[in-house]
């Protein structure tokens, strides 16, 4: 039986410390834990050694059953005490940092730490031999391999996943057919989360035979690609392009690498566009996409070509004039009915410019005439020390002044055409008889103007005695209307 002096209580006493403080510390305690395992195990091994209990030979007391069993499994526990150890420090010391996420490695990297640390218990401790248990072993390995051979395929299929690491934890990626965010990888699998909020498994060996896209690399360009399918009755170069001002008018979109416009195929019912196009940010590919979309609709619209359908038969033309058309774009004559947006159509002025050239400046503020953009693309700019510095960019639809013929307020922009633009004209003095008739149309206007103040820089314009909250912005721009166009709203 074992006492209090032959060290065996001692080795007993130590592991179930080892057990309690593995089971009770928190894992926010890391270096804590490891430097109690470390004195856990040096206690353990002064006990055995100092006792006569090396576990680099058989357990002592051959003749005493009970202490010779509690010596083995003192000496077997050391070598696995020691095997977790060196675990722990080789993870933190030799495994890479980016390897420290990657659950594959740390098992596989453990699981043969164990196994050398078990060949040596069982070779020191018990004294078995090694070859024939390694030979029993072989063919058990043969059979269970055959048994689990799909499971084995994606633990191999892992190791090379993780070896020339295609992606790493929190990648955005596509694997085949799944698209979504890596949040795990594993010895048998890789979970994805995708934009619907689930999870994912793909197993390894599936991942390993299909392409995998990384949106993450490289990390400083990332690729949107916008399909468009045209009737094939349209001119290509029209249409090609209409999409390339479409990429232009977006500030988004990187100048380099250059946009791409081109004919991805031509069938009998329709030939299919393509805008290749690049981001800085991975989250802005959704929004970029979808205002490519937008914009591609805008130009294509502006060049007289309608995206409709292409199963049904062509709709009739509409007989909307494109003046009427561009006047009810513009936010502060949505409230006028047809009858108004005829008559103010009839007094719009067309104009063309080349690219670099000035489509609107402060000084034309004193004219005080709102600016269409019907086709083209324009770049709106502010001053500064430096140089111009952009703020946003027109596309066909938008226009510039709305504050400036309403209210006579100075923004101090400067707009620049991009490509070959086209733009109409309204001057503030075909808007005073409508107002003079429509007064309730001018309140309309003003009420629209101020929730919408951002669209035209009203705040950066406003004089600084100006009240920033609604009512103050708004009977602001009430006063600038009265003044410019001598009328009691």
């Known amino acids: ?121 069982i070779a020191f401790v018990l004294e078995l031999p090694v070859r024939g248990l390694l030979a029993t072993s072989g063919a058990l390995a043969v059979v269970l391999g055959l048994a689990i051979q799909s499971t084995l395929n994606d633990v191999f299929s892992g190791v090379v996943l993780n070896a020339t690491g295609p992606f790493s934890i929190g990648d955005w990626v596509t694997i085949g057919e799944v698209e979504g965010k890596v949040v795990e990888t594993n010895w048998r699998a890789t979970s994805l989360l995708n934009g619907q909020g689930n999870i994912v498994v793909i197993p390894n060996s599936v991942a390993a035979r299909t392409n995998i896209v990384n949106a993450n690399q490289p990390s400083h360009t990332h690729g949107i690609s916008v399909l468009l399918p045209v009737k094939p009755s349209v001119r290509p170069a029209t249409v090609l392009q209409a999409l390339a001002n479409a990429a232009a008018s977006s500030e988004n979109v990187l100048a380099e690498p250059k946009p791409v416009v081109s004919v991805r195929r031509a069938t009998n019912d329709a ?40 199963s049904v ?38 104009h063309e410019f080349d690219i670099g050239e000035t489509i609107y400046s402060a000084a034309d503020e004193n004219g005080h005439a709102l600016h269409i953009l019907a086709s083209g693309v324009a770049k709106v700019s502010v001053p500064k020390d430096s140089g111009e510095v952009e703020l946003r960019r027109l596309a066909p639809g938008d226009s510039i002044g709305q504050s400036g013929i309403l209210a006579g307020v100075k923004t101090g922009v400067i707009v620049h055409a991009m490509t070959r633009v086209t733009v109409f004209q309204l001057d503030k003095a075909a808007l005073t008889p409508m107002l003079a008739r429509r007064p309730e149309v001018g309140r309309e206007m003003c009420r629209l103007l101020s929730e919408h103040h951002e669209t035209e820089k009203l705040l950066l314009a406003s004089p600084d005695n100006a009240d920033a909250g609604p009512g103050g912005l708004l009977q602001w721009i009430r006063d600038g209307v009265r003044r410019i166009h001598d009328l009691a709203l």
Not at 88 to 94: N, S
């Open 1 to 121: 039986m074992p006492t209090l002096n032959d060290g065996v209580l001692y080795g007993l006493g130590i592991l179930v410390l080892d057990f309690l403080a593995w089971r009770f510390m928190t894992r926010k305690t890391d270096k804590g834990r490891l430097a109690l395992r470390a004195l856990m195990f040096g206690l353990s091994t002064y006990v055995l050694f100092s006792h006569g209990m090396n576990p680099l030979r058989a357990a002592p007391w051959p003749d005493e059953p009970v202490r010779h069993l509690l010596a083995q499994l003192l000496e077997v526990v050391w070598w696995l005490q020691g095997a977790r150890l060196v675990t722990i420090v080789l993870d933190r010391t030799v495994l890479p940092e980016s390897w420290h996420k990657e659950r594959l490695f740390q098992d596989v990297f453990g699981a043969l730490v164990f196994l050398a640390a078990a060949v040596g218990a």
């Open 271 to 310: 030939i299919e566009y393509e805008i290749v196009c690049y981001v800085d940010s991975l989250g802005e590919k959704i929004e970029v996409r979808n205002e490519l979309f937008d914009l591609a609709h805008r130009h294509l619209s502006s060049r007289g070509v309608v995206l409709h359908p292409l």
């Open 313 to 350: 038969s062509e709709p009739a033309n509409e007989a909307t004039d494109e003046k009427q058309r561009l006047l009810r774009s513009v936010l502060i004559f949505q409230t006028l009915d047809d009858s108004g947006i005829a008559e103010l159509a009839a007094q719009l002025t067309r």
